[in-house]
């Protein structure tokens, strides 16, 4: 049976999802934000799970921060994200850092995505099931939403927050249209994992989602 632990990332409050199976001890991880990823690893080494890859919902920092300790502790993990959120991840972001780290000249940089998601119609095996891929451009152009085996991890496209719109490459209209694609694809029970706040039903998000 497939599991999801959460973790809530540092220094910036994104998710960082776990996702594992404790018969087969597969696991992969999603967005994970925290520089060194201890606790995500503390989890991984006490429950003796294999992880064999990280995927990016999108490109930001705080859902990628810790690719590099994550990929650095298991060599062999794949980094999966979609084509334009492997563009960008490889540029650092310098600016974004200094609101957080005094040191302005800090920067890093992530290497390049080892399986790259080109559209809607791909999709990866994984522990007996095939995860599928959405592109869904608004929170920020590389965004794509994360269905495995029915949950559906969507970053900063859907979450119990106020719609929010990157400043550089966020628009409106595609995110109408990429919530508008979730809603006709997936039921309405279908639990959600966002990249901030807690698990919820796509049905709840649908009722909710003008007063937030
Ligand atoms: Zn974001």
């Known amino acids: 049976m ?4 959460k973790f809530v990332n540092q220094l910036m409050s994104s998710n960082c999802f776990v996702v594992y199976d404790e018969e087969t001890k597969k696991a992969l991880v999603i967005d994970p934000g925290s520089e060194k990823s201890e606790r995500e ?6 429950k003796q799970l294999i992880p064999d890859l990280i995927i990016l919902t999108h490109e930001h920092t705080d859902h990628n921060w810790g690719v590099n300790s994550l990929k650095e502790k298991y060599p062999t993990l794949k980094l999966v994200c979609s084509e334009l959120c492997d563009k960008l991840v490889k540029k650092s972001n310098r600016i974004f850092f200094s609101f957080y780290n005094d040191d302005s000249d800090y920067i890093y940089t992530i290497d390049a995505a080892d399986i790259l998601i080109k559209s809607d119609n791909d999709s990866i095996p994984w522990n007996g099931v095939d995860i599928q891929f ?4 608004g929170h920020s152009k590389a965004s794509m939403c994360i269905d495995i085996d029915g949950m559906l991890f969507t970053g900063d496209t859907i979450m119990p927050f106020p719609r929010y719109l ?3 490459d966020g628009n409106e209209e595609d995110w109408e249209k990429s919530v508008g694609l979730i809603e006709t694809i997936y039921p309405k029970e279908t639990i959600i994992y966002p990249g901030h706040g807690d698990p919820l039903k796509l049905g709840e998000w649908i009722e909710n989602k003008n007063q937030y």
């Open 134 to 137: 959405t592109m869904t451009p």
């Open 166 to 168: 990157n400043r550089k």
């Open 41 to 46: 690893i503390a989890f991984i080494e006490e």
């Open 2 to 5: 497939i599991k999801v632990q």
